[in-house]
């Protein structure tokens, strides 16, 4: 069975950094690629950033560009998003996505919240 579980969520003001994580298991972690999306109060999910199986490969929303940086590491099945120059509209739930053709499993998000 697959499981999909992110962390390191939190409340940080603005101008702060948070690194989230996204720890997969029951698969072979390393063929698939890593999407992370955000979801605000109101409002519709919504891409955030990808990486490749590889980590060759990322794509960015132009909104975090220069702000957030994925990366992965298939030794621990972990996915990161590093999150620097947080603004008060990152606000959201972030969740992760493991992606591979056909098949995607998504985790239960983490709540961030960007607030002096």
């Known amino acids: 069975q697959v499981h999909v579980v992110e962390s390191g969520g939190g409340l940080v003001q603005p101008g702060g950094s948070l690194r989230l994580s996204c720890v997969a298991s029951g698969l072979t972690f390393s063929i698939y690629g890593i999407t992370w999306y955000r979801q605000a109060p109101g409002e519709e999910r919504e891409f955030v950033a990808s990486i490749s199986s590889g980590g060759g490969i990322t794509n960015y929303v132009d909104s975090v560009k220069g702000r957030f940086t994925i990366s992965r590491d298939n030794a621990r099945n972990t996915g990161y998003l590093q999150m620097s120059s947080l603004k008060p509209e990152d606000t959201a739930v972030y969740y992760c996505?493991?992606?591979?053709?056909?098949?995607?499993?998504w985790g239960q998000g983490t709540q961030v919240t960007v607030s002096s």
């Open positions: 996505n493991i992606n591979h053709l056909a098949f995607f499993y």
